[in-house]
């Protein structure tokens, strides 16, 4: 048969309708076939509440019922009868009332005989009138209205039919869930915040302003000349200046509060541990960080060993002792080291490692620990550059104030610093020319003139030839900080002990504000010996002055 000839494009026409209709029919079965189940499933998950988490009623639940009739087309297109050539002519003999003419057409090719050409006018003579339409109508209608209220009754049960809890499975299951959110958020967190703290350590080591100021001050140091002390002052409090901003810059912005804290007599560490983190504290406060990234290194390595045991009761002995031992961390970092950000990441840690008892979720939780650790690690990291350079600073500030001595002297020559190539270096330098000279290399004895220590008293040099701005005036303020000793407006004897009673409270008064003062101003740790060492010399002269 001709593949041109208006009888077989009529036959191949009906064949194409005829499968669609199969397509058709074969996917409003599986339609509501699967509609039905996701009905039943829906309503036994929610009544029973044995799978909360599978139909819930959440994004999830309606991504699985627009699955339906995705899974119904595939269906349909893998299981719907395939209709042939000779059914599709049985359909037109039928709709037209040939008798047979169209599928002994159908079949001609397979056939012998001289009738082939009359069939085949014959069929074509018929074909001009008719029309596939015609012979096979598409009566979706009746059946449309099945495909729309079924799946609407079943969008409204999932989204009003309530959820049942008979054995509490819901309630775990949003617990987990719940578990699963937070430990999330808090990956998400230490990653973000690790990778700020390693682009600041990179930083740092790339480029710091502490070595830069030193380096400068070296310099400065280099090219004092003896005989020019009104120059070498001038520059060295330029020095002075310069590095006292950066140390309150960088002690207001974290180590105010750990540069502070005093470990004697300590009480809020309790139990064995006691004596350890009071070392870790100190060594900190030195710059040196190594007992807590000690710690922290074999914190990490009980992490592996604990998720490589199977044993419950080791196992609960192995997270108990981690457990304390992260308690115990992240109070040092709160209370002594002051760091926030430290005491949070490990308290992260502590709330996970609490997780990883869960055994839905061990694995995750066991991987968080290890990443908030790693975030401690280099949190502490920060810490301890950070005071390594306010010792730095310190010590650069000693180093100018010895200097000052020599310049005081004449004997400060940068020619003779060729072989200083440290802070250190310049610092041994300077004590050994103030042994040589006389004058006390350490901080007991001060020139009374703005150095460090206890001054000499005298007077400061003054030059009378230069105008100031200065008037004779007498100042109305109240008088503060204690009672008025030398103001009497009657005569006779005052009780006998009152003015050492007076002169006492108000020493005691000036000194306690003293003291709150150097705990309130950034003032370099350095000179607060020096301070408390003039009230308690006071102090002593008095009670060296009593008369016996």
């Not at 049985?90 to 009332?97: A, E, I």
């Not at 339409?133 to 209205?145: A, D, N």
């Not at 502490?210 to 310099?219: A, F």
Request: net charge negative; with cysteine; aromatic share 6%.
């Amino acid at each position: 048969m001709p593949e041109s000839s208006n009888a077989y494009q009529l036959l191949t026409s009906v064949l194409r309708r005829m499968r669609l209709v199969a397509i058709g029919h074969s996917f409003y079965l599986s339609f509501l076939i699967l509609c039905g189940l996701f009905a039943v499933g829906l309503l036994s998950v929610r009544l029973s509440g044995l799978a909360p988490g599978l139909l819930a009623p959440s994004p999830s639940t309606w991504m699985a019922f627009a699955a339906v009739p995705v899974l119904a087309l595939l269906l349909s297109l893998l299981i719907h009868s395939k209709p042939t050539l000779p059914d599709a002519a049985r359909l037109v003999d039928q709709s037209t009332g040939a008798k047979d003419l169209y599928l002994t057409l159908s079949l001609i090719d397979t056939s012998a005989g001289e009738y082939q050409p009359l069939v085949l006018r014959s069929a074509e003579k018929k074909a001009m009138g008719v029309a596939p339409e015609k012979v096979l109508p598409f009566t979706w209608q009746k059946r449309f209205w099945h495909a729309v209220w079924v799946p609407a009754l079943v969008a409204l049960a999932v989204m009003f039919l309530p959820q049942l809890d008979p054995f509490g499975k819901v309630a775990k299951a949003e617990q987990i869930s719940k578990r699963h959110e937070k430990l999330a958020e808090g990956r998400k967190a230490t990653e973000f915040r690790l990778e700020e703290v390693r682009k600041k350590i990179a930083e740092h080591e790339e480029h710091n302003a502490t070595d830069d100021v030193v380096e400068e001050l070296k310099l400065t140091f280099n090219n004092m000349v003896p005989t020019k002390r009104e120059e070498n002052l001038k520059a060295l409090l330029e020095e002075q200046k310069d590095i006292g901003k950066l140390w309150r810059q960088l002690s207001a912005e974290r180590l105010k509060d750990l540069m502070s804290e005093s470990t004697t007599g300590d009480q809020k560490f309790g139990g064995n541990e006691d004596e350890k983190l009071k070392k870790w504290q100190q060594e900190m406060q030195q710059g040196d960080a190594g007992g807590i990234q000690k710690e922290m290194q074999d914190l990490k390595q009980a992490l592996q060993k604990l998720a490589q045991t199977k044993d419950p009761v080791k196992r609960s002995e192995l997270m108990q002792n981690m457990k304390e031992r992260l308690k115990d961390l992240e109070k040092l970092a709160e209370e002594k080291l002051h760091s926030e950000e430290l005491a949070s990441a490990l308290e992260r840690a502590l709330e996970q490692l609490e997780l990883s008892e869960q055994s839905e979720m061990s694995q995750e939780a066991m991987e968080s620990v290890m990443e908030s650790l790693e975030l401690s690690q280099a949190e502490v990291k920060e810490l301890e550059q950070a005071v390594k350079d306010l010792k730095e600073l310190e010590k650069a500030l000693k180093t100018i104030q010895q200097a000052k001595k020599l310049n005081d002297k004449e004997k400060l020559d940068g020619g003779e610093m060729g072989e200083c190539k440290t802070l250190e270096d310049y610092e041994k330098f300077y004590q050994r020319m103030l042994a040589e000279s006389g004058e006390e290399p350490n901080d007991k004895e001060g020139n009374g003139l703005g150095q460090r220590g206890i001054g000499r008293g005298g007077e400061a040099p003054e030059d009378d030839s230069v105008e100031s701005g200065f008037k004779n005036e007498q100042s109305k303020s109240a008088v503060v900080a204690g009672k008025m000793l030398l103001s009497m407006q009657q005569k006779g004897e005052a009780e006998k002990g009152d003015d050492v009673r007076d002169y006492k409270n108000l020493l005691q008064t000036v000194k306690q504000g003293a003291m709150e003062a150097l705990n309130t101003e950034q003032i370099p740790p350095g000179y607060h010996d020096g301070i408390k060492g003039y009230f308690d010399a006071l102090e002593k002269s008095k009670e060296a002055n009593k008369p016996k």
